[in-house]
């Protein structure tokens, strides 16, 4: 990869391993506007706590997984390793006995809601940390419109006004 290339690459936000205050901010207010909004709509408490833990889920997963080279696919394995979990432990609650047929039907179905559902969250979850990224840019008075196809190999902006 060359450096004109490196320089025009967009930035991937996900969940980084380490916190600051004003990510822990963000986060919480997330959190808080999820929360709101699941109330707001009359969602049931246990569901907005598997929402919550879903999302939760994929956080860690970004970090953690693929020692957080690949948030995206992360993502996606999280939110299928979580569907197909929380519809594992469904079943004995419904009293369901599923031939194998069946649970080979179930895991596809985790396979592609899970995994889109997961990237989502994933995306919302880069969000999150994108929006910390724009608050501490802030905190610091830098610009943040500051995009890296704008700057040259040098570090100096590209813009002549």
């Given at each position: 990869?060359?450096?004109?290339?490196a320089?025009?690459?967009?930035?991937?936000?996900?969940?980084?391993?380490?916190?600051?205050?004003v990510?822990?901010?963000?986060?919480?207010?997330?959190y808080?506007?999820?929360?709101?909004?699941?109330?707001?709509v009359?969602?049931?408490?246990?569901?907005?706590?598997?929402?919550?833990?879903?999302?939760?889920?994929?956080?860690?997963?970004?970090?953690?997984?693929?020692?957080?080279?690949?948030?995206?696919?992360?993502?996606?394995?999280?939110?299928?390793?979580?569907?197909?979990?929380?519809?594992?432990f469904?079943?004995?609650?419904?009293?369901?006995?599923?031939?194998?047929?069946?649970?080979?039907?179930?895991?596809?179905?985790?396979?592609?809601?899970?995994?889109?559902?997961?990237?989502?969250?994933?995306?919302?979850?880069?969000?999150?940390?994108?929006?910390?990224?724009?608050?501490?840019?802030l905190?610091?008075?830098?610009?943040?419109?500051?995009?890296?196809?704008?700057?040259?190999?040098?570090?100096?902006?590209?813009?002549?006004?």
């Open positions: 990869m060359n450096i004109e290339s320089n025009n690459r967009v930035r991937v936000f996900s969940a980084p391993r380490q916190f600051d205050v990510t822990l901010l963000v986060v919480t207010a997330a808080a506007v999820g929360f709101a909004v699941l109330r707001a009359s969602f049931p408490p246990v569901g907005a706590v598997i929402v919550a833990a879903f999302f939760t889920a994929v956080a860690l997963g970004q970090s953690l997984v693929f020692d957080g080279t690949h948030p995206r696919i992360a993502s996606a394995v999280v939110g299928f390793v979580f569907t197909l979990i929380a519809m594992l469904q079943l004995p609650i419904q009293s369901h006995v599923l031939s194998g047929e069946d649970l080979l039907a179930l895991a596809f179905y985790c396979l592609i809601f899970g995994s889109f559902f997961g990237y989502f969250a994933g995306v919302l979850v880069g969000f999150v940390f994108m929006i910390a990224h724009w608050v501490r840019l905190v610091a008075g830098e610009q943040i419109n500051h995009h890296p196809a704008n700057e040259q190999p040098d570090g100096t902006s590209g813009n002549t006004e």
